[in-house]
């Protein structure tokens, strides 16, 4: 495993290309990052893709969820267009491709989305868990899964991903600080550790958690000053939007 600190591509490099799509992966991948973020949810027929929001609107215009959405019909749906001409073609990406291509080139922290559309959410979690579990056992090497990563803000779906792939490390997101020995807080036992907002980070956070062996990642830093101090307060994993406006800094001062 590769020294922290760590610089991810959130979303790949979202500040320059669409999020969440090849030409963002591949600009992301061209600068010196550790590796890239990525979201994760299932269609109506089962298939993880890549994608974030829970409905089609501020990507496509569409008001539909993902989940309620057939494989392939998403794949006809232009992706890059919103956001100029210049990436008008770029398709959705499937879980499976996007492993099939990256899978070695760098850390791959791949994020399991709970919106389930109108799907039942105890079966959408399930299905979701399994699916990627048996994606990345078939496509990542065993000797590369140490660079995948799960995260999730559903304590529920961590726990079923931790169940089906004991050998993957696991992050839970979270919304501010909490205190890992609350009985509040759905799973922390066996995680890697957790994520949070930049503007909700603090340096007493990470100490509490450092203590206990978690690890912490920070999004979204986008200067090189919210990059430094975030590493300087203790983060060990850092999420640029803009990795070509800080990943240099970073390359020189830490690599």
Request: glycine share 8%.
């Amino acid at each position: 495993m590769r020294p922290l600190p760590w610089l991810i591509a959130h979303r790949g490099a979202m500040a320059e290309a669409p999020e969440n799509v090849e030409a963002a992966f591949e600009l992301a991948f061209s600068y010196a990052v550790d590796g890239v973020e990525l979201d994760v949810q299932m269609t109506a027929d089962g298939v993880p893709v890549v994608f974030h929001d829970e409905t089609l609107r501020r990507i496509t215009g569409q008001r539909c969820a993902v989940a309620d959405r057939e494989a392939a019909e998403l794949l006809e749906i232009d992706f890059g267009g919103w956001y100029s001409e210049k990436f008008r073609g770029q398709q959705l990406m499937t879980l499976e491709s996007l492993l099939q291509r990256y899978s070695g080139r760098g850390i791959l922290m791949i994020e399991l989305k709970s919106e389930c559309g109108g799907q039942s959410p105890d079966a959408y979690l399930d299905r979701l868990c399994r699916e990627a579990a048996r994606l990345i056992d078939l496509h990542v090497s065993r000797h590369l899964q140490d660079e995948i990563f799960i995260l999730g803000f559903d304590g529920e779906m961590i726990a079923k991903s931790q169940e089906m792939s004991p050998q993957l490390k696991h992050i839970l997101n979270i919304k501010k600080p909490v205190y890992p020995n609350r009985k509040k807080l759905p799973v922390f036992e066996d995680l890697w550790g957790y994520c949070l907002p930049r503007r909700k980070f603090t340096r007493d956070f990470a100490g509490l958690c450092h203590e206990r062996g978690l690890h912490i990642a920070v999004y979204s830093c986008n200067t090189s000053g919210q990059v430094f101090s975030a590493i300087e307060a203790g983060a060990d994993v850092v999420m640029t939007d803009d990795p070509a406006r800080v990943s240099k800094a970073f390359f020189n001062h830490y690599v």
